[in-house]
């Protein structure tokens, strides 16, 4: 069982940066892949970027590629989320999620534990 708590979000303007943080409870975080999607009002939830354990796999949407960098921690069992370059079309609730697959890491359904997410604003 994996519990997960984001935080980090917030209101920015257009062109700014935030930090996502994402706490993980649990002594098997490191063996889990761990992703950031979102969702907007209106819309479905889509991948963001994922990471797998030991960092040696990142992807990344196109939509946010060279703006958004994916990290983590294994000894703070924590995995982050930078986000540079924010413009209102990032504007949604970020979720982080934990996976124990290692393909197909791009799928919601990918997926076994999601945290409660946290809402990013961009104002223009």
């Known amino acids: 069982q994996v519990q997960l708590v984001e935080s980090g979000g917030g209101l920015v303007q257009a062109g700014g940066s935030l930090r996502l943080s994402c706490a993980a409870s649990?002594?098997?975080?490191?063996?889990?892949?761990m992703g950031w999607f979102r969702q907007a009002p209106g819309k479905e939830r889509e991948f963001v970027a994922a990471?797998?354990?030991?960092?040696?796999?990142?992807y990344y949407a196109d939509s946010v590629k060279g703006r958004f960098t994916i990290s983590r921690d294994n000894a703070k069992n924590t995995v982050y989320l930078q986000m540079n370059s924010l413009k209102p079309e990032d504007t949604a609730v970020y979720y982080c999620?934990?996976?124990?697959?290692?393909?197909?890491?791009?799928?919601?359904?990918?997926?076994?534990?999601w945290g409660q997410g946290t809402q990013v604003t961009v104002s223009s």
């Open positions: 999620a934990a996976s124990r697959a290692y393909s197909g890491v791009k799928l919601l359904t990918a997926y076994d534990y």
């Open positions: 990471i797998t354990w030991s960092a040696g796999s990142i």
């Open positions: 649990g002594r098997t975080f490191s063996s889990y892949t």
